[in-house]
T-cell receptor, first 109, second 120 residues
Framework: QKEVEQNSGPLSVPEGAIASLNCTYSDRVSQSFFWYRQYSGKSPELIMSIYSNGDKEDGRFTAQLNKASQYVSLLIRDSQPSDSATYLC?????????FGTGTSLTVIP | GAVVSQHPSWVICKSGTSVKIECRSL??????MFWYRQFPKQSLMLMAT?????????EQGVEKDKFLINHASLTLSTLTVTSAHPEDSSFYIC????????????????FGAGSRLTVL
């Protein structure tokens, strides 16, 4: 079983809609959770971090964490074409970082 | 925020030569850095974990004699691709975790811009 699993997509949403990205992880001792965005040909950039259960909002982005279900999600409100990218879920136990394979998101104008 | 500089961003070399890629944390110390490789349209693949002052830990299937990693200081790790061949052509990305976590947030991993290697 992979440490971090994501639906690879592609996920397509119309401009202005809400994009919902999901991620599950297997290690219950995971401490910190991150969402990275990677544009084609570029390296990943951090967009959200979350450490405790519940929701964390930053602008159009909301991360949700449920440790009991070992589930973390990212919601993108008012999706823009510039949000089209691959979104990587990352989980760390403190020593190692585990990345999902990424979900490809396309926002259609 | 935390900045990681990776150099060179693009390199083309002949088969059989060696290429060195540098990864520097510019405004923080990083005892631990990570090296990844990514082929087109594929996910990140962790190659090795670089620890300052000790030997790197390589992932299964990664040849340590081919991909030499040196983490000589708290702000610099280097990856040398020795005797490069066309199949080594890829996008190599480093990342660093800040030692002083209260500054940038717990366990945040910052990526360099990546180095695209083409071996002719």
């Amino acid at each position: 079983q992979k440490e971090v699993e994501q639906n690879s997509g592609p996920l397509s949403v119309p401009e202005g809609a809400i994009a919902s990205l999901n991620c599950t992880y297997s290690d219950r001792v995971s401490q910190s959770f991150f969402w990275y965005r990677q544009y084609s040909g570029k390296s990943p950039e951090l967009i959200m971090s979350i450490y405790s259960n519940g929701d964390k909002e930053d602008g159009r982005f909301t991360a949700q964490l449920n440790k009991a279900s070992q589930y973390v999600s990212l919601l993108i409100r008012d999706s823009q074409p510039s949000d089209s990218a691959t979104y990587l879920c990352a989980v760390t136990t403190g020593n190692q970082f585990y990345f999902g394979t990424g979900t490809s998101l396309t926002v259609i104008p | 925020g935390a900045v990681v500089s990776q150099h060179p961003s693009w390199v083309i070399c002949k088969s059989g030569t060696s290429v060195k890629i540098e990864c520097r944390s510019l405004d923080f110390q990083a005892t631990t850095m990570f090296w990844y490789r990514q082929f087109p349209k594929q996910s990140l693949m962790l190659m090795a974990t670089s620890n300052e002052g000790s030997k790197a830990t390589y992932e299964q299937g990664v040849e340590k004699d081919k991909f030499l990693i040196n983490h000589a200081s708290l702000t610099l790790s280097t990856l040398t691709v020795t005797s490069a061949h066309p199949e080594d052509s890829s996008f190599y990305i480093c990342s660093a975790r800040a030692d002083r976590t209260p500054v940038y947030g717990a366990n945040v991993l910052t990526f360099g811009a990546g180095s695209r290697l083409t071996v002719l």
